[in-house]
């Protein structure tokens, strides 16, 4: 059984609550939390394309070097799956060839 076209959509904004900017926090070798998400989530044997849900230049661009593609979404935003719902509005063209999207948490470095 194929699951189809896989999107993960990963949302990381810069005000955390508890430890603001901690998706940039440096990590193993040195690479922001971020980074070490994207490639767990590229490195997904269903997943074809990984996008980064955030409010933060410094974010979406750790997350395009990690190999992501980042979407700007508003940073008045209640939540992560708020911020996931908005970049597949903002991207209607990468949502429209998705079967399935997965909402992958920004914090789970190790995922």
């Known amino acids: 059984w194929g699951m189809g076209r896989v999107i993960a959509v990963i949302p990381s904004r810069f005000a955390s609550t508890r430890l603001p900017g901690k998706a940039l926090l440096p990590m193993l ?3 922001p939390m971020i980074a070490h998400v994207v490639r767990a989530a590229l ?3 269903t997943v074809q394309r990984v996008l980064v849900a955030t409010d933060h230049e410094g974010i979406a661009a750790a997350a395009e070097k990690a190999g992501a593609e980042a979407v700007m979404t508003d940073s008045a935003l209640p939540s992560g799956t708020d911020r996931v719902a908005a970049a597949l509005r903002l991207r ?3 949502a429209a060839t998705a ?3 997965v909402n992958v ?6 995922v």
């Open 43 to 45: 490195a997904a044997s």
């Open 105 to 110: 948490q920004g914090d789970e470095p190790l």
């Open 92 to 94: 209607a063209d990468v």
């Open 99 to 101: 079967d399935v999207v």
């Open 29 to 31: 070798g040195g690479e």
